[in-house]
């Protein structure tokens, strides 16, 4: 009995050599779906991530939203030209990155939808700011609802009721912010230790 015993182990053992020289990866091995030899995610490499791939795109921030929805009830049209362009998106600290914009050459337009009339203010001189986001950093835990439409991606963050979107310049970069945000949101929110 042992032969066949000793022969079924070694015939596993050959099988389970030939997948590791194929480059099969190991049981346990590269979390989160990422292939063999792929970095394992993190806080900080997901931190890392949107550091650098943000700067550049465009960002409308929860007041800038809040702006379009104040006169969109007034039944105005809103828009900002051009959106602000990302600056910064460094880590503060685990869990805490800022997202600050540039918000000096954008216009805040408003038309009247009826006749066309329309406004323009420089948006810095309306807030008295030349950036949009927090030099503090926003924490990730704090994202309560978050999707994708095209290249953009949504966040609501708590005590929000309208979204910050981020504009990417395309969909599959949209898809890996969108996969980074979502990443830092379940890793981060203090709430996830009660197990809901």
Same mark, same amino acid.
């Not at 063999?36 to 791939?53: M, N, T």
């Not at 809040?66 to 900002?80: D, N």
């Given at each position: ?5 000793? @022969? ?14 194929? @480059?099969? /990866? ?5 979390? !989160? ?16 991530? *949107? $550091? ?25 049209? &809103?828009?900002?030209? /051009? ?16 997202? *600050? ?15 066309? !009339? ?11 700011? @030349? *950036?949009?986001?927090?030099?503090? &950093? ?11 439409? @095209? /290249? $953009?991606?949504? *966040?609501?963050?708590? &005590? ?26 379940? $890793? ?9």
């Amino acid at each position: 009995m042992t032969g066949k015993t000793d @022969g079924r182990a070694c015939a596993w053992l050959l099988a389970l050599l030939a997948l590791a020289a194929a @480059g099969a /990866p190991a049981y346990g091995e590269a979390p !989160d779906g990422a292939g063999a030899g792929a970095p394992q995610r993190s806080i900080a490499s997901a931190q890392e991530f *949107l $550091r650098q791939v943000l700067p550049g795109n465009r960002y409308v921030s929860t007041f800038m939203a809040g702006l379009l929805e104040k006169a969109r009830r007034e039944g105005l049209r &809103g828009s900002f030209e /051009p959106l602000p362009a990302i600056v910064d998106a460094n880590p503060v600290a685990e869990c805490r990155s800022m997202l *600050l914009a540039d918000i000096e050459g954008t216009d805040f337009v408003v038309r009247d939808r009826a006749t066309g !009339d329309g406004a323009v203010s420089n948006l810095a001189d309306l807030v008295n700011d @030349g *950036l949009v986001g927090s030099p503090d &950093g926003f924490d990730f835990g704090s994202i309560r609802a978050l999707h994708r439409a @095209g /290249p $953009r991606v949504h *966040l609501r963050f708590a &005590g929000e009721q309208l979204d910050a979107v981020v504009h990417m310049e395309g969909e599959e970069i949209a898809g890996r912010v969108y996969e980074a945000f979502d990443y830092l949101r379940r $890793r981060c929110d203090a709430a996830a230790a009660t197990g809901f």
